[in-house]
């Protein structure tokens, strides 16, 4: 069973920056495909990242420029580093993952199998 667990969210003043980490419980998964998402209150919820198995990335248009993903396999942890930050941010993120490897630019919308419990941002003006 796969246990993702995020963490480094928190409150920021915009233009500022958090790094957002998602540890992996079984190692194998964390080579598969991974993203990150978020839900602000009312709204859908929106695919900000994802990377694959090659460390190919993608990223939605109102973070492009701003978030980079990575991942680190020997720690099992996928990273969402955010700069730069807007209120239009703030919101639940939510890192995701599954077996399936992907090579090539990932999707940013996937019905990724595991999910995290996720980690609020806030962004203030």
């Known amino acids: 069973q796969v246990q993702l667990v995020e963490s480094g969210g928190g409150s920021v003043q915009a233009g500022g920056s958090l790094r957002l980490s998602c540890a992996a419980s079984?190692?194998?998964?964390?080579?598969?495909?991974m993203g990150w998402f978020r839900q602000a209150p009312g709204k859908e919820r929106e695919g900000v990242a994802a990377?694959?198995?090659?460390?190919?990335?993608n990223y939605a248009d109102s973070v492009k420029g701003r978030f980079t993903i990575s991942k680190d396999n020997a720690k099992n942890t996928l990273y969402l580093q955010m700069n730069s930050l807007k209120p239009e941010d703030t919101a639940m993120y939510y890192c995701?993952?599954?077996?399936?490897?992907?090579?090539?630019?990932?999707?940013?919308?996937?019905?990724?199998?595991?999910w995290g419990q996720g980690t609020q941002v806030t962004v203030s003006s």
């Open positions: 995701a993952a599954d077996t399936r490897r992907w090579y090539g630019v990932p999707p940013l919308l996937y019905e990724y199998k595991y």
């Open positions: 079984a190692y194998t998964y964390s080579r598969g495909l």
């Open positions: 990377i694959g198995s090659d460390a190919s990335t």
